[in-house]
Each structure stands twice: as structure tokens, then as C-alpha cells.
């Protein structure tokens, strides 16, 4: 298999959105580091009693609450409640310690990521490692975070569009806005505080709680930034780390824009090489006769003018349809005749998984995600530079951009019209190094078709981080583990007896597109509310 370059390089739109906030940002100066203080007074380590789950399943786990200080700088102040779950190392006489699970997001729950994650490990992991996982603050059980409500949410991304009209942009600042001052409102008293510095101190004084020296960790997606996060603040109480599907940190922090554009770009990269696949494949894929671009396009103004009322009553929209697609295609190949199906079934006006709206589970994450990204990125406050950057993102991704980019606040990508008119103070957020000098190696795994988190990203992490090993899967969709064999060999091998994959490592096995299966595919159907390890195949 031929190696990729390590020197992957972002197109020349995002490079020059970089360049842009990287004047920018000397214009107006740099982040200002936090000033040096006294060490404040160390926090109580929670005390965690351990018994059945509220809703017991019978798989093995029990839960406990880890309280915590609701603001680090004040660590014997006001306190909230974190929802923690652990499944006991089946072979206890050979237990080699904990390993968290860390879901992507942000906005899904830990809680549910370890429970139903866990058959999907291998017997070394289950029998070595106590398998723990934690709603994080502001998530599900620790507090959910509501800015807007069900209703608020289901109007704004049901008028959406996916093919905006013009003024577009400036409805979705004032959405911002809106969403912004509802955050401070009712929210307001967890808001500042739920950035991923103080996710990185929760989760080490949950280290302490359970009495371990040294944590092992995986996290996907968002997953991996708290993990970044946590090694740089914390790097000898490393064993092991893998980051999958991991965030360059500093662009992430503190070029957001930059970091926006890179995901447009994959993002519809992604989506492209799927179309191109069924053009080539017009049989197998079902969709477009031979000229499925133009008719996506086609579709998506047909929905706009006409939409499919959804089994729920609410319409499917082409904004509807560029959302589930933003999310389904993280499924890579295996996803793609599926896709095609569904996509011929809008056509026919035939309800599918595609044309799904958001639901109130939807808005649970949604709102989540777009909170603790305000507070962890710092976005340029000006009202022009917003406009100017984000059309140019929307304009480099021309199949899914415009309505995710002049959407309503949702996910990642859209963030900016929200962030750039955040009125909260940032205390929680993590400025930086991130090189966690003096940590264990941590295996960083980067998707060279990645459609959420940018191969790009995953090498410069495992360039930033003083000991970063990157194991590249060359492949469509999100995260690598459990999508390739080859992968998760590598993986388990590492979490369970600390062996490091070779420099340069590159695993090229992933599945060709097969028939459509919805009980064999992962993706197909599952929307952004839930995150699970799935089955190796």
C-alpha cells in the first residue's frame, strides 16, 4: 500500500482563510495567556458510592455521581453532579486499570457510549480494564444545558432551506444572536463554565476518585480534543491515549474560522466522491441516472418547494436532507448504496432515513454542542469578517454548504454567526501548549477521506504533541476504529500491552460499497444523538 505524504496539505481556500485569521489575530492580538496566580486550594476528590444504574439492563454496569466544582478557580465554592458508569474488569486477578471512554460530540453522553461500546471491545480489554464513562458537564445526567427549547429549535431548522434564498446569512447572525442571548438567559449560570478545560480537570479528579495513578484512554471525535486536553494538562497521569478523529487544537482554539473551512471542505469532498462513485456505478448506486450532481440539486430544490411531511408531521426539507447527510456520510463506504436508495426514495417522495428532522433529541446535542464550542473557541467579534468568511466557506462547498452555512445554529460547522456574538465569559476554556511534554506515547488515528474531523488534523496533532505516534487509515468516513481491522488491531494491542504501531504506519483495508443492510451497516438510521463503538466486521 503507498504511504500518504505526512505533508497532506489543506486546499487553497482553507490556506487562505488561515491566512486571513492569522493577520487577523496579530491585528487585533493574540489570546492573552493567563496571567501567572497562586495555586488555588485543591478540590475535594469525589467520593463515588457505586450501585445499580437507574435503568439497570442487567449488562454489568453500575453508576455512581462524582461531584465537582462548578468553577476550578474556586474549587471549595459551588458544586454539580457528574453521571459516572463503570463495568468491573471481568478477570480481576489480571486487571491492569481503567480505561474512560470518551464520546464524540460535543453534546452525547459517556454514560451511553461505555454501556454500549462495550461488547463491541475485545476480551483483552474487557477482562485487563475497568471500561468507565461519564456524562461530561452540561450533557444528559450532569446537568443538560437548554438554550433554546424543542419548539424554538423544530421552527428555525424547519424553515431552513437547502438552497438558501438570498439573505440567508443575515437570518442566521440574527439566529445567532438570538441563540447567544437564550444561552446567557437560561443557561447562564453553567454556560461559562462548561468548556474543555474544566471537562479535563472533572475527568482527573474522577482519576482520583476511582484511586488509579494513571488513566487509559480512548476518545473519538470531540472525544480526542478532551483528550489533547487532558494530556496537556496532565501528562504523567497518561498509561495510554488514543485520539480518534482528532482536532488540530491550536486552529481549533484559536483560528475557528480556519478550522470551519477545513470541515466545509471535507465535508463536501466527502459527499463528492459519493456522487462520483455513483456516476461511475449508476446500477449499483440507483440514484441520478449517470448524473447524480445535478440531480442533488435538482432534489434539493424539489424538497425546498414541496417537502415530504415526515411520519411526525414536520417537513423534510432540502435543508432536512443536507443535515442527515452531514452526519450519515461519517459511515464511509459501506454507507453508499444506502445512501443512493434513500436518495432515490426522496425523489419518489418516499419517506426515508434522510428525511428525518431533527428531533428533540436532536436539540438536546445540538444545543450542547454549540455551547461548549463558544466556550472553548474564540471567535473575531467583527460583523464583516463574519460575513466575508463564512460565504467563502459556504462558497468552497457548494453541495452541502450553503444550507448548513446559512442554516440555523446546528452543528460544527455553523457556528460562527452563535460564537462570534457569545455575550459569556470564557473561564473554562483551555488556551494552550498542547505538546503534553513528559506523557506516555498517545497514538493518534487520522481518516484520510474524512468528512468531520480533517486527515490534516490528525497530523498536525501528532506533530504538536511531544510524543505523538499517527497511525493513518486510508479511507471515507469518520474515526478508524472498528472501521478497519488493521486499526483496531493496532489499537488494541497498544491500550492493552503499551506496543506501539511503527513510524508512518498506514492501514488501507477498508470494505467496498456493498448492497444495503441496514442491520449490518453502522450509520444507516443513526442519527447525531447517539455514539457507539460499533461491532468489528
Not at 439573505?167 to 442566521?172: D, N, T
Not at 437564550?182 to 482519576?207: H, Q, Y
Not at 486552529?251 to 473551512?261: H, I, R, V
Not at 498506514?506 to 443513526?526: F, I, K, L, S, T
Request: aromatic content about 8%.
Amino acid at each position: 500500500m503507498r504511504k500518504r505524504s505526512a505533508d497532506h496539505r489543506r486546499g487553497p481556500v482553507v490556506w487562505g482563510i488561515s491566512l486571513v485569521l492569522t493577520a487577523v489575530t496579530t491585528l487585533l492580538g493574540s489570546t492573552p495567556a493567563t496571567a501567572a496566580a497562586a495555586a488555588p486550594a485543591a478540590p475535594p476528590v469525589p467520593v463515588l458510592s457505586w450501585g445499580p444504574c437507574a435503568d439497570d439492563r442487567g449488562d454489568g454496569f453500575e453508576c455512581a455521581t462524582a461531584r465537582v466544582p462548578l468553577d476550578h478557580r474556586d474549587p471549595t465554592g459551588r458544586t454539580l453532579d457528574l453521571a459516572v458508569t463503570r463495568r468491573p474488569a471481568a478477570d480481576r486477578a489480571h486487571r491492569t486499570g481503567v480505561l474512560v471512554l470518551h464520546p464524540g460530540g460535543p453534546g452525547n453522553s459517556g454514560v451511553d457510549f461505555a454501556r454500549n461500546s462495550y461488547a463491541a471491545l475485545p476480551a483483552a480489554l474487557r477482562n485487563g480494564f475497568d471500561v468507565v464513562g461519564y456524562d461530561m458537564r452540561g450533557v444528559a445526567r450532569s446537568g443538560q444545558v437548554e438554550c433554546w427549547n424543542d419548539a424554538e429549535y423544530a421552527a428555525a431548522v424547519d424553515a431552513a432551506r437547502g438552497v438558501p434564498a438570498p439573505g440567508a446569512l443575515e437570518e442566521a447572525v440574527r439566529q445567532g444572536r438570538a441563540f447567544a442571548a437564550a444561552c446567557r438567559e437560561r443557561a447562564g449560570e453553567l454556560v461559562p463554565f462548561i468548556g474543555t478545560g474544566s471537562n479535563a480537570k472533572d475527568l482527573d479528579l474522577l482519576r482520583r476518585a476511582l484511586g488509579e495513578e494513571q488513566l487509559s484512554f480512548y476518545g473519538r471525535s470531540f472525544g480526542a480534543y478532551v483528550g489533547t486536553v487532558y494530556a496537556a494538562q496532565f501528562p504523567r497521569r497518561v498509561r495510554a491515549m488514543v485520539l480518534d478523529g482528532a482536532y488540530d487544537p491550536r486552529t481549533y482554539a484559536d483560528l475557528p474560522y480556519a478550522y470551519d473551512a477545513g470541515q466545509y471542505v471535507a465535508l463536501d469532498a466527502a459527499f463528492g466522491r459519493f456522487l462520483d462513485w455513483c456516476a461511475r456505478n449508476a446500477g449499483a448506486c440507483g440514484f441520478g441516472d449517470g448524473r447524480p450532481r445535478q440531480a442533488f440539486e435538482a432534489l434539493k430544490r424539489t424538497l425546498d418547494a414541496d417537502p415530504v411531511i415526515a411520519p411526525n408531521g414536520r417537513p423534510a426539507t432540502g435543508y432536512t436532507l443536507a443535515y442527515r447527510l452531514m452526519f450519515n456520510i461519517n459511515a464511509g463506504r459501506a454507507v453508499w448504496p444506502a445512501f443512493g436508495e434513500a436518495l432515490r426514495a426522496a425523489q419518489e417522495r418516499r419517506y426515508s432515513f434522510l428525511l428525518s428532522p431533527p428531533s428533540p433529541g436532536s436539540f438536546d446535542f445540538l444545543n450542547v454542542n454549540l455551547a461548549v464550542e463558544c466556550a472553548d473557541r474564540v471567535y473575531p467579534t467583527s460583523p464583516s469578517l463574519l460575513r466575508a468568511l463564512v460565504t467563502a466557506e459556504v462558497s468552497a462547498a457548494p453541495l452541502l454548504g450553503p444550507a448548513i452555512g446559512f442554516g440555523p445554529p446546528t452543528y460544527d460547522h455553523n457556528h460562527a454567526p452563535t460564537c462570534a456574538q457569545w455575550p459569556a465569559e470564557r473561564p473554562s476554556r483551555y488556551a494552550g501548549p498542547y505538546r503534553a511534554a513528559g506523557s506516555a506515547p498517545i497514538l493518534v488515528l487520522g481518516t484520510t477521506g474524512d468528512p468531520d474531523t480533517p486527515y490534516q488534523d490528525a497530523v498536525a496533532l501528532a506533530r504538536t504533541l511531544d510524543n505523538g505516534h499517527l497511525v493513518t487509515f486510508a479511507g471515507e468516513g469518520h474515526t478508524a476504529y472498528h472501521r478497519s481491522a488493521c486499526v483496531s488491531a493496532l489499537v488494541d494491542d497498544y491500550l492493552a500491552t503499551l506496543a506501539l504501531p511503527g513510524r508512518g504506519t498506514v492501514c488501507a483495508d477498508e470494505e467496498p460499497p456493498a448492497a444495503p443492510d441496514r442491520h449490518r451497516v453502522p450509520g444507516v438510521g443513526v442519527d447525531e444523538t447517539q455514539d457507539a463503538i460499533p461491532a468489528l466486521r
